[in-house]
């Protein structure tokens, strides 16, 4: 009699091999070839630049062109737009490839596992998104790159302020006579910026849990309609990942530029983006409208 | 916390190890791509602009040429004009000096001729005259076989001259 393998989407990369106490997971696998295609895209594309384009460059170009007019859109600003471009076409680029990898429907390869009497399969390619690890080691390079793109903007003073707003307690003692009301005002400006601490917390959980749980989603609906019904009805399922995975990869990009724009903002001078910026928790007004207009 | 880590499987030492990888990827695509890439587009403007600028200055520099064209045909047209009816004055001028003289040398010529012919025909007669008087004295001296005196010669010449 055959022997029963169990097909089982588990919510976390699975371990493929081991190399001393570090864990090779096929999420990384992933991401490791989405690293070599998109170094070999990169390297590629750096041979065909002329200054007249064509093919591949071509494409490149429209897409950054459109990508900075994008980038425009919300920081109303083309030089920081250029500065911030790298890091979203970046990390737009990493997530894409990921997101595409885990369709390619080379999930036959893989390795079959015997844990305590019952083999399970484990194939060699996950989405590198569709992990955790991944989701949030892009959503902590965002929100460090993002505070660390605002010390060099606007400074590390008022960036410190943003979190640990000294300058308003200070200001207690200066502006009493003239205000009586900021001995009101300061501290609860004060404390609106140790919640800002807690606000860029709370945008690592949402960018990582947002990215990983419609990929993981997608893919999840992939294998249980292919269970279903095989090879014709996933089909379009399959085109409607597609088009999720290059939606997540452009609204994880954009919602880094809106970071990085608030970031190198300086809220003394911008009141009004300031106190858009310090509702829903951190997450500000253009980034709701954004969500809302991509989404 | 920890049912979410052990939920998720949450590794540090993977979160660092996809740092790195997309470490790799920004500094690779921005080597390899993006620097090279916006720097060829920026140049490629820069060039378009100021193609852009240097045609919109030759155009000006064009119309410029075009209306000092203008000004220089029509100012070298009067001046062609002027120069012409000068030119035809002058020819008028010359023209006139030329018949004048021609006229006057011609009338010189035609003196000197008149008296060259009248001297001529003088001295033609003065010859003949003295072609005849040899001659009848010759006829006379055979006729009547007798030298004749100076006297007589002169006398006679002077008779026959007179016919």
């Known amino acids: 009699m055959k022997e029963?393998?169990?097909?089982?989407?588990?919510?976390?990369?699975?371990?493929?091999?081991?190399f001393g106490s570090f864990h090779i997971t096929n999420a990384l696998i992933t991401s490791w070839v989405a690293v070599a295609v998109i170094v070999i895209i990169s390297i590629f594309l750096r041979r065909k630049l002329k200054e007249i384009p064509k093919g591949i460059q071509n494409v490149f170009e429209v897409f950054a062109e459109g990508a900075l007019s994008m980038c425009d859109q919300v920081t109303n600003d083309r030089a920081l737009s250029i500065r911030i471009f790298p890091m979203a076409i970046s990390v737009f680029f990493f997530i894409l490839v990921n997101n595409w990898l885990?369709?390619?429907p080379l999930g036959g390869f893989g390795l079959i596992e015997n844990h305590e009497g019952i083999k399970s399969f484990i194939p060699f390619l996950r989405g590198g998104t569709a992990d955790v690890n991944t989701t949030l080691a892009l959503a902590v390079s965002a929100v460090i790159g993002a505070n660390l793109f605002g010390v060099v903007s606007v400074g590390i003073w008022k960036t410190f302020n943003k979190y640990v707003n000294l300058s308003v307690l200070g200001s207690i003692f200066t502006k009493i006579k003239k205000e009586p009301t900021v001995i009101i005002v300061a501290p609860i400006t004060f404390f609106v910026g140790l919640i800002e601490i807690a606000g860029e917390v709370a945008k690592i959980a949402s960018l990582s849990f947002r990215l990983f749980g419609n990929i993981f989603a997608g893919e999840v609906l992939l294998v249980s309609i292919s269970a279903l019904v095989a090879y014709v009805v996933p089909?379009?399922?399959?085109?409607?990942?597609?088009l999720v995975g290059f939606i997540q990869a452009l609204i994880f990009s954009m919602l880094l530029v809106v970071y990085f724009t608030i970031s190198s903002s300086d809220h003394d001078h911008e009141p009004a983006r300031n106190a858009s910026h310090n509702d829903a928790g951190g997450e500000s007004h253009e980034h709701q409208k954004l969500t809302q207009g991509v989404v | 916390m920890d049912s979410i880590v052990s939920t998720f499987h949450i590794d540090w030492?993977?979160?660092?190890?996809?740092?790195?990888?997309?470490?790799?990827?920004?500094?690779?695509?921005?080597i390899y791509a993006l620097k090279p890439l916006s720097k060829l587009m920026k140049e490629r403007g820069e060039k378009i602009a100021k193609g852009v600028d240097d045609a919109e200055e030759n155009a000006q520099?064009?119309?410029?040429?075009?209306?000092?064209?203008?000004?220089?045909?029509?100012?070298a047209k009067t001046e062609a004009q002027i120069l012409f009816n000068n030119t035809i004055k002058e020819a008028e001028i010359k023209k006139d000096e030329m018949l004048e003289k021609a006229k006057s040398d011609v009338a010189i010529?035609?003196?000197?001729?008149?008296?060259?012919?009248?001297?001529?025909?003088?001295?033609m007669v003065a010859d003949a005259k003295n072609e005849i008087v040899s001659l009848v004295m010759k006829v006379t001296e055979k006729l009547i076989d007798k030298k004749l005196d100076a006297s007589f010669d002169e006398k006679t010449i002077k008779e026959l001259s007179n016919l």
Do not use: C, R, W
């Open chain 1, 235 to 242: 089909i379009p399922f399959l085109f409607l990942e597609i």
């Open chain 1, 102 to 104: 885990g369709l390619i």
């Open chain 2, 109 to 123: 010529m035609i003196s000197d001729g008149k008296k060259t012919l009248e001297a001529e025909k003088t001295k």
């Open chain 2, 61 to 75: 520099i064009l119309e410029k040429t075009n209306i000092e064209y203008e000004k220089v045909l029509v100012k």
């Open chain 1, 4 to 18: 029963k393998i169990l097909h089982e989407t588990t919510i976390f990369a699975e371990k493929i091999t081991d």
């Open chain 2, 13 to 30: 030492k993977i979160i660092i190890a996809q740092v790195l990888n997309f470490s790799i990827v920004f500094t690779m695509l921005y």
